[in-house]
């Protein structure tokens, strides 16, 4: 009975032990002394629930429930249940209770219980979307039960769970836990755990400013090209004035026609430096000059006056016999004319090319470095960018019969009855022939005018005629300049010019009109109608 009553006390007294152990095992907040893990050898079941309440309850409540419960418990359950309660409990309790209470204590605690022990499957599953626990406890059991222990736990601990969890939920959740899952634990269990967690992260966003980097130099070539595409120059033709010709090969655009701007107002094209063509067509005198003609080089002086260059867009001759056609042509004119800027063209452009903003110029313009043909086409295309419109008339012809006083109104009438529109024709009023109006006639020599041109004798003293916009801001008047006033070059006009043997049949006629000095002066008035807006352009910086 003694024996009886001793045994049933200690089975009493075990089944005590035993409830108290495994009612401590559960709670998270009893403390564990590191004394029980050593009597954990001799019993083999007493083992994992001896080991787990010492070790893991202390930490992981206060890291994993808190941060991670909240995040993804609902992707890896489903996965990790199943393998590692059967794993784990077999291979590691014999193999690493050993090491880890001894070596790492206070290391191990944070990762393994996530690993090893029975409470895996409740918060394992927080962990493995974000730092791949899912390939730890399947490969230590299996292949490294006793290096990755020690290995692992000193690399991953300190990093994955102070970097990962900040950084990889925002960028590997949507990643890993599909493409990971399923290819590293059956490829490269050994070798990927290791390296990922501290590889992918630098890697991605490695890949993604490497493919930033290579977006940029198509962004850069983008821009380049778009830079050396010629930009289109849209002239705004004024009020009263057709459609602006421009030839094929010459378009506009906004560098060739600030090239031709340069050429225009640089005086190095002159032999001596002294002259522009601004010099004798001046923006502030209506493109023209007030001198009745124009000094050259030297001191020379020039027999003919300096035309406007408004509106020669439109002209199908320049000069005042018409020996141009276009504005290409008249462009080379004055500059190798000996008594005008007296330069030897091909020694200007020799000078020209050794100006690196001239020469980068002309290869942005015209691929090529600096040339004669260049020359002239830059400052024609300048030269057409000189318009005059809107004036009165061209109010007046648009419907504002206020824009007109009575006494233009009368000027336009007698102006076109008496034969004037014959040869200044509107819209440009002038249809840009030739006629003689016997200026210089009575001079011995007389001017050759168109004759030099033609050589035809009936050509003699024959001039082109000059178009009337802005014709009242251009004085004097005639090839010559020999006229002051616009007044004086009305009344000879409209006395039918000054004989001689070549005077234009229809002078001739206005002069039989007999106009009265105030049908005169109704036609200053309207001339000065003609008068609108043009532009007036400052000298432009020089290379």
């Known amino acids: ?72 418990p609902v992707d890896e359950p489903v996965e990790e249940p199943v393998d590692e309660p059967v794993e784990e409990p077999v291979d590691e309790p014999t193999e690493e209770p050993v090491e880890e209470p001894v070596e790492e204590p206070t290391e191990e605690p944070v990762d393994e219980p996530m690993e090893e022990p029975t409470e895996e499957p409740t918060e394992e599953p927080t962990e493995e979307p974000t730092e791949e626990p899912t390939e730890e406890p399947a490969e230590e059991p299996t292949e490294e039960p006793t290096e990755e222990p020690a290995e692992e736990p000193a690399e991953e601990p300190t990093e994955e769970p102070t970097e990962e969890p900040t950084e990889e939920p925002t960028e590997e959740p949507t990643e890993e836990p599909t493409e990971e899952p399923t290819e590293e634990p059956t490829e490269e269990p050994a070798e990927e755990p290791a390296e990922e967690p501290a590889e992918e992260p630098t890697e991605e966003p490695a890949e993604e400013a490497m493919e930033v980097s290579a977006d940029e130099p198509a962004t850069d070539e983008a821009a380049d090209e778009a830079a050396e595409e010629p930009v289109a120059f849209e002239v705004e033709v004024p009020l009263g004035l057709p459609p602006l010709p421009i030839p094929e090969d010459n378009p506009m655009t906004a560098e060739k026609v600030e090239l031709g701007k340069m050429l225009y107002f ?182 050759q005018g168109r004759k030099a041109v033609t050589g035809n004798e009936a050509d003699l003293g024959a001039f082109r005629v000059p178009p009337l916009r802005e014709v009242a801001n251009t004085a004097p008047y005639f090839h010559d300049g020999s006229v002051a006033t616009l007044e004086e070059a009305v009344a000879l006009m409209a006395g039918g010019g000054l004989d001689n043997p070549n005077l234009s049949v229809v002078l001739q006629g206005v002069g039989e009109a007999n106009l009265t000095e105030e049908n005169k002066a109704d036609l200053v008035e309207f001339l000065k109608a003609l008068s609108g807006e043009f532009p007036i352009v400052e000298p432009p910086e020089l290379p």
């Open 266 to 447: 640089d005086k190095r094209l002159s032999k001596d430096g002294t002259l522009s063509c601004a010099t004798c067509h001046d923006p502030h005198m209506a493109w023209a000059e007030d001198t009745p003609t124009s000094s050259g080089i030297e001191g020379q002086l020039g027999d003919m006056n300096s035309p406007t260059v408004i509106n020669t867009a439109y002209a199908t001759s320049l000069f005042w016999d018409g020996r141009a056609e276009t504005l290409e042509e008249q462009a080379l004119g004055p500059i190798e004319n000996p008594i005008e800027m007296g330069h030897d063209l091909d020694t200007m452009i020799g000078q020209l090319n050794e100006l690196d903003g001239y020469r980068e110029l002309f290869q942005k313009v015209f691929g090529t470095d600096v040339t004669r043909e260049g020359i002239a086409k830059a400052i024609a295309a300048f030269e057409r960018t000189v318009l005059s419109g809107n004036s009165p008339y061209d109010q007046y012809m648009a419907g504002d019969e206020d824009a007109l006083t009575d006494a233009q109104k009368r000027g336009m009438k007698l102006f076109n009855s008496v034969g004037c529109a014959a040869c200044h024709t509107p819209p440009l009023f002038s249809s840009y022939d030739f006629y003689n109006a016997g200026i210089g006639m009575d001079q011995d020599p007389p001017p």
């Open 1 to 72: 009975m003694n024996s009886k009553r001793r045994w049933a006390w200690i089975r009493t007294l075990a089944i005590a032990l035993a409830w108290t152990v495994l009612s401590t095992g559960c709670q998270p907040e009893t403390p564990a002394p590191p004394t029980p893990i050593t009597p954990a050898p001799d019993e083999t079941p007493a083992d994992p629930l001896d080991e787990i309440p010492v070790e893991e309850p202390t930490e992981e409540p206060v890291e994993e429930p808190v941060d991670e419960p909240v995040e993804e």
